[in-house]
């Protein structure tokens, strides 16, 4: 099968992309209803200056669609680990006519354990390789031997040197606490709106963290929570009160 192919496809039957075949083919029903409430919310949140701080960006194509809705003074920068959905995600970029502000290929936690090249190139290195992989794969903070190093650099989000973030987009597959917990001087700083996909059962296994722990720290911080939907994981908006005290 030819993976560089692309279809037009039309999330919600409102925002036509351009996305690789074997994605659009999967199932083509569910792009009509794909993350129907978060996505509608996050259109009307986006304004056409903003910068999104997009985490776990996957196979590219929800990535494409938020960098659509920027004008051109719009950022995106993308975060994903795992090696083989880059030349995915370049290639969803490049046939859409789009181009990320960076990207990162590491893990984000409440630490780091390594350092960012401040001079890279927009693209990491895996991106231009030849071969796009089709399968599913997440690339975890805990995908590593005991006492061995992680295979890709593990980063908090405050040690990236961004730039002003407008939104917080993510969906890393359980490890949202310790992400969040590592963007504290971020969020401190701009007071980004947040969209966080969470997955509970991963969050405990991994982690053994709870959303509770999650919503409780934000909170702490001045945000309010609001549920969105569960569409294979909850979906959660999280806004900064300007009424709220900050606790910590």
């Known amino acids: 099968m030819d993976y560089k192919k692309f279809t037009e496809v039309n999330f919600n039957d409102k925002w036509p992309i351009k996305m690789l075949d074997h994605m659009a083919m ?12 978060r996505l509608a919310t996050m259109y009307a949140a986006i ?11 996957c196979h590219g194509e929800m990535s494409v669609l938020m960098a659509s809705w920027l004008g051109d003074k719009g950022k995106i920068i993308l975060v994903e680990p795992a090696p083989h ?3 995915e995600i370049k290639a969803h970029f490049d046939e859409n006519g789009l ?3 960076e990207c990162f290929q590491v893990l984000v936690s409440n630490e780091s354990n390594d350092s960012v090249d401040a001079s890279q190139a927009i693209w990491p ?7 796009i992989n089709p399968e599913l794969g997440f690339a ?29 987009t ?31 059962e991963m969050m405990w296994r991994e982690h053994h963290h709870s959303p509770d722990d999650l919503h409780v720290m934000l909170a702490k911080w001045g945000y309010d929570g609001t549920y969105l939907h569960f569409d294979h994981e909850e979906q959660w908006l999280y806004k900064f009160s300007p009424h709220k005290a900050v606790t910590e």
Request: no cysteine; aromatic share 10%; charged share 30%.
């Open 170 to 200: 993510m969906d890393i597959e359980g490890s949202e606490y310790e992400a969040i917990r590592g963007a504290r001087e971020t969020i401190r700083k701009d007071k980004p709106i947040l969209f966080i996909s969470v997955h509970p």
């Open 26 to 37: 999967q199932q083509v029903s569910q792009w009509k209803f794909w993350e129907k409430e």
């Open 85 to 87: 959905f880059w030349p």
């Open 140 to 168: 975890h903070l805990n995908d590593h031997a005991p006492n061995q190093p992680p295979p890709v650099p593990v980063i908090k989000i405050d040690d990236l040197g961004l730039p002003k973030v407008d939104i917080i």
């Open 99 to 101: 181009t990320p502000y």
């Open 47 to 57: 304004r056409p200056d903003d910068t999104i701080l997009d985490i776990g960006t």
């Open 125 to 131: 290195d895996v991106a231009f390789t030849e071969e």
